[in-house]
């Protein structure tokens, strides 16, 4: 190899004899001087090449500025006018080259991985959050590389993995063929994306899977829409070969990225596209997750299966987590229904521990922290706070430190430390000030205004001016959420004051923030603050003596809060059962009914026969 002076001699020799053939009128097209290129440009030497080119293209430039003479200026011109044809040559070399360096690099991580390694390499490989991610295209030449070298191979295990992966990238490309037309066609049938569902209703997963011809891709949605685990159809794939999961990862991975690139689009209501978005995110990752768990109790290559599952979902965890509409005040039931969710946090924990600390780790954790303050997991969730918070510093990510304050600061709150929740609430209203962030500055105030209530109430002897200071700091949470037109804050802000105006004895002014809260939740998204305000609201209904609406409020919100698993279900089935022995059990029967019109279109007919079931087991429980 030369050296670099004899490189440097050699590229600008290169330059200046394309620029002289040019003036020349020597070069009939472009695919000449890329061809020349192509030829003279060594592999690894490009950087050399782009600093002699910048030499050239600087004194030209140079040349232009400052020649008077009208001959030699316009020699300068053509000269700069040839030097634009290289340059743009010299970016389709880099780009090509790329490519085939990309390929070549990705062929021998696969090939030198151990057997047991070489899903996992092949997943590594595909990550979208790459600088320079495999289109499809390249993937299919990833497959054809693949092909040749298994031709080529002696040793029969690699021969035996290149197969199945080329198999299983062959017919991943052609499922996605076969689904992509049909991308949206879910849209227009009478059903949300996420997990609820069955084919009865033409679901989006029912839908799809009728597209889709090869077993475990179809399996796997057809599971989806009949709300059956995953994490059991997993576990009885006995005989699985890699080629199936490298097909799933294929149709999966295309059908999350399309999905989200297509909300990303619909910019007639942005509110309700970013919804969708988040909900493509979280759902892809739990199904991951879920798969994930599954393998690792099937066969002999189980935690091979397993460990390649638990790298896609880290996959789309961080893909998420760049996205300006990551939900910093939400959680992981934000976008979902059903059972299914309950185990979430356990799926979805396993993997952040393989994590590095990084801003996405801060965020992922964040979110899952939020989801565990639902479940009643106060002090572990500070413990994930903290983590996100420490991190959140390290990165420099203002957003998220201010976020992981105020949620410590609401965990605080329920484990009844209402001092420390107002330091950590006045250090977060301090920083989202001093940020300029908006979002948290909002939070802040509610969260601060909620501590103050709570802490004077255990007082119990606080002065009026107390509770005036905090509702002060809630309305302007609320006021500032408004403005902002973040239905997340709007939600929080509005259950915060109804919350307080409840434990100010004051069920009136509750019910219409509980009612406001209710709405921005529903807008939003977010299960666990839906179910909480209803919760909420059905004590304020019976505290003003409305009983029927109390039934409303509060089976809606136990079924609501019961299903992703949050510990506040108790609360209205306890006043609930309280309701249903002063009325009698007939006439709170009738009254249910009265309500039915108004319930089903929330959670369906099932869930309204689950109201009373669930009553039955919390009252079986106590």
């Not at 000449?32 to 600087?58: A, K, S």
């Not at 497959?143 to 080329?166: C, F, W």
């Not at 919350?499 to 939003?524: C, H, M, Q, T, V």
Request: glycine residues 6%.
């Amino acid at each position: 190899m030369p050296d670099s002076t004899s490189l440097r001699d050699r590229y600008l020799g290169l330059i200046d004899k394309i620029v002289e053939i040019t003036l020349k009128g020597q070069i009939r097209s472009k695919e000449q001087v890329y061809q020349m290129l192509v030829q003279d440009i060594g592999t690894g030497t490009g950087e050399i090449f782009e600093r002699c080119f910048g030499e050239r293209l600087d004194a030209t430039e140079n040349q232009l500025r400052n020649e008077k003479d009208e001959i030699k200026q316009a020699k300068a011109n053509r000269t700069l006018r040839a030097l634009k044809t290289i340059q743009g040559e010299w970016e389709r070399w880099q780009k090509d080259n790329r490519v085939s360096s990309t390929i070549a690099s990705a062929l021998q991580q696969i090939i030198t991985a151990e057997s047991h390694n070489r899903l996992l390499a092949l997943f590594q490989i595909i990550d979208p959050n790459k600088e320079h991610p495999l289109t499809l295209d390249r993937l299919q030449q990833l497959a054809k590389s693949l092909h040749q070298q298994m031709q080529q191979t002696a040793n029969p295990e690699t021969e035996r993995d290149l197969q199945q992966i080329v198999a299983g990238i062959a017919k991943g490309l052609e499922s996605w063929q076969r689904l992509e037309p049909e991308l949206v066609g879910w849209a227009y049938q009478p059903q949300q994306l996420g997990f609820g569902g069955s084919p009865e209703q033409n679901g989006p997963w029912a839908f799809w899977a009728k597209k889709v011809n090869s077993a475990l891709p179809s399996e796997i949605l057809n599971a989806i829409a009949l709300d059956r685990s995953l994490i059991e159809l997993a576990a009885k794939q006995s005989n699985l070969e890699w080629g199936a999961v490298v097909e799933l990862a294929i149709v999966l991975q295309c059908l999350q990225r399309a999905l989200v690139t297509w909300f990303d689009k619909q910019v007639y209501d942005a509110k309700a596209s970013a919804k969708a978005a988040i909900s493509t995110y979280i759902t892809f990752s739990v199904i991951w997750s879920q798969l994930a768990n599954g393998f690792n109790n099937s066969t002999k290559s189980g935690e091979q299966l397993a460990n390649a599952c638990f790298q896609i979902t880290l996959q789309i965890l961080r893909a998420f987590a760049q996205r300006e509409y990551f939900p910093l005040y939400g959680g992981i039931f934000a976008s979902f229904d059903g059972k299914s969710l309950r185990h979430t946090l356990d799926y979805l924990d396993e993997p952040l521990r393989r994590v590095e600390g990084t801003q996405a780790k801060a965020r992922i954790i964040t979110l899952l922290g939020y989801s565990q303050r639902a479940i009643g997991a106060y002090d572990r969730a500070i413990l994930v706070h903290k983590e996100a918070l420490e991190i959140a510093r390290s990165e420099n990510d203002k957003a998220c430190e201010i976020a992981s304050l105020n949620h410590i600061s609401r965990n605080l709150v329920s484990l009844k430390n209402y001092q420390e929740a107002i330091n950590y609430s006045q250090r977060a209203l301090i920083l989202a000030r001093q940020a300029g962030e908006r979002q948290g500055e909002a939070n802040a105030l509610a969260n601060l205004g909620y501590s103050e209530v709570f802490g004077a109430r255990q007082l119990e002897q606080a002065e009026p001016e107390v509770y005036e200071s905090a509702i002060s700091y809630l309305e302007q949470g609320l006021l500032l959420s408004e403005r902002l037109g973040d239905w997340q804050s709007q939600a929080f802000c509005a259950s915060s004051l109804g919350i307080a105006k409840i434990a100010l004895e004051n069920p009136a002014s509750a019910i219409e923030y509980l009612a406001k809260g209710w709405e921005a939740a529903r807008y939003s998204g977010d299960l666990y603050l839906q179910g909480l305000n209803l919760a909420y609201l059905a004590q304020a209904y019976y505290s003003n003596g409305d009983r029927e609406r109390t039934i409303f409020a509060g089976g809606l919100g136990m079924y609501t809060l019961e299903q992703i698993g949050a510990i506040e279900w108790r609360q209205p089935a306890g006043l609930l059962t309280i309701l249903q022995g002063q009325m009698g059990v007939e006439a709170f029967k009738q009254s249910l009914e009265k309500y039915r019109p108004h319930i089903i279109p929330s959670i369906g007919v099932d869930g309204y026969d689950y109201i009373s079931e669930l009553l039955e087991k919390y009252q079986q429980s106590i």
